[in-house]
């Protein structure tokens, strides 16, 4: 059995201080990859050598700014609920 004092042990905790992660963080982190994800869907569109190729992420490049438009619309409606 240790001899070492409890209140000596808690005291010296070596624990981080850390922020918050709200919920608006974790949106903006998530438009931020798909705002880089449309820009690299734009890149090979531009760059693609057939037309089949093109399509393929013209595709991609539709769906991600749909789920880009809903996280933005999320944001929204967010900083609108925080305002009331």
Same mark, same amino acid.
């Given at each position: 059995? *240790? ?6 042990? @808690? ?13 608006? @963080? ?43 438009? *809903? ?9 609108? *609920?925080?305002?009331?």
């Amino acid at each position: 059995m *240790s001899t070492e004092n409890p209140e000596l042990i @808690d005291s010296t905790s070596t624990s981080i201080p850390h922020k918050k992660i709200t919920l608006k @963080d974790i949106l903006i982190s998530e438009v931020n990859v798909h705002v880089e994800q449309s820009t690299l869907y734009k890149e090979k569109i531009d760059s693609a050598k057939t037309s089949t190729k093109a399509n393929y992420y013209v595709k991609k490049l539709k769906k991600n700014n749909m789920s880009l438009m *809903s996280l933005l619309v999320a944001l929204d409606n967010l900083d609108k *609920s925080k305002e009331k």
